[in-house]
């Protein structure tokens, strides 16, 4: 596909995600996959990215995977600056090449991405990441509510070898990019106990400081200059730390969870366009409810939770019994099964669907609709 054919499927997807919007719906929409070949310090490198636009309340954001690998040996892979970004609404703020990583035992997850897909559209909008590391199989579940101005995150972690230590790093360039544009700013977090001036650093329990508040006193829509600040709510977790690193560029923010952790959940905003003051008294007026959002939210897509494997089982084997389906589907009778089994977890009476379960379902939905249809579609012309 041309980049001008993927600029016109992000255009239509804003387009749609505004309209949606604006009709008190909720939408999310992932664009092809674009790469580009990189040049100098990077050259002989190819440059790999997958941007979905969320449309659900008066901030559209958009979410990316990034990654990069050798152009002569495609299986080779580089982080580069992050591999989830946030380019819109602002590319400062929550930063568009890399603004949250997460560390199990030490190191990033395993790059690329093995999906992302959206998975759910409607009363809410859900994008799903899934990254196959050796330590864990890992999910970013980011989502939208309509009406709402903060994007949601629920990161999953399903162990596959022992966790010693599991951390999130949050990056943000809050309002403008100082030092790109050889420009002096004065980075600042407020919290709920403190003030981080740029230069410091800070630690507390993330129980006492749950959301953080990222501004630049030189860079306030309030005085003509910047895009206007940025913030984030962390569901506490017992035992888990926050520490605070504002830098003269780069903020950083690192929460240290324990090991045993398996659920994070997060909201992030971007208030581009908002003076210090305005956005600050916005995230203060809002994080009560926000918070009893993350406690509460079933955030199980609905295609995994009405999905009913045992139905479509007995269905499809009743199909698939006559010799004359079996005839007219021919090859097609290896997909009916292999799918079947692909999916096994999911029929088994309260169990839940892990992470690899869930990404498999919802990858081959669309496959398995068609298939469906085509084997009703036989099975009444056989009956005829």
Request: hydrophobic content about 40%.
């Amino acid at each position: 596909m041309t980049r001008r054919a993927i600029y016109a499927c992000i255009a239509l997807t804003l387009i749609a995600a505004q309209c949606l919007a604006q009709t008190g719906g909720a939408i999310v929409g992932v664009s092809p996959q674009t790469e580009r070949v990189l040049t100098g310090q990077f050259a002989g490198k190819i440059g790999s990215e997958t941007r979905a636009v969320f449309g659900f309340g008066p901030i559209a954001y958009t979410i990316a995977e990034k990654h990069r690998y050798l152009a002569d040996d495609p299986t080779v892979f580089e982080m580069g600056e992050g591999y989830i970004g946030m380019p819109a609404p602002s590319s400062a703020n929550w930063y568009h090449t890399g603004f949250l990583f997460v560390r199990i035992n030490g190191h990033d997850v395993q790059i690329p991405a093995t999906s992302v897909m959206a998975v759910e559209s409607g009363d809410r909008a859900i994008l799903d990441m899934v990254w196959h590391d050796p330590d864990a199989l890992v999910r970013t579940r980011f989502f939208g509510l309509p009406g709402e101005n903060w994007l949601g995150c629920e990161i999953e972690i399903e162990p596959i070898n022992e966790i010693t230590s599991l951390s999130v790093l949050l990056r943000c360039y809050p309002s403008y990019f100082t030092s790109a544009h050889n420009r002096d700013g004065a980075r600042r977090i407020q919290t709920p106990s403190l003030l981080v001036e740029q230069g410091s650093v800070a630690e507390e329990p993330l129980a006492e400081n749950p959301w953080a508040f990222y501004y630049d006193e030189v860079f306030d829509v309030a005085k003509g200059e910047g895009d206007g600040p940025c913030a984030m709510l962390a569901l506490p977790v017992d035992g888990a730390t926050i520490r605070y690193e504002p830098g003269g560029y780069a903020v950083n923010t690192t929460l240290d969870f324990p090991p045993d952790t398996r659920t994070i959940r997060f909201a992030f905003w971007d208030y581009k366009g908002f003076t210090n003051a305005d956005a600050l008294a916005d995230l203060q007026g809002q994080t009560g409810a926000v918070l009893a959002t993350l406690e509460t939210a079933d955030l199980t897509p609905r295609a995994v939770a009405e999905f009913d494997i045992a139905a479509v089982r007995a269905s499809l084997e009743e199909a698939i019994a006559s010799a004359e389906t079996r005839e007219a589907l021919g090859e097609r009778i290896g997909d009916v099964e292999a799918w079947l089994a692909a999916n096994e977890q999911t029929q088994q009476p309260g169990t839940a669907i892990g992470v690899a379960g869930q990404e498999e379902l919802l990858g081959s939905l669309d496959d398995y609709n068609s298939l469906q249809w085509e084997v009703k579609l036989i099975k009444l012309l056989d009956d005829l």
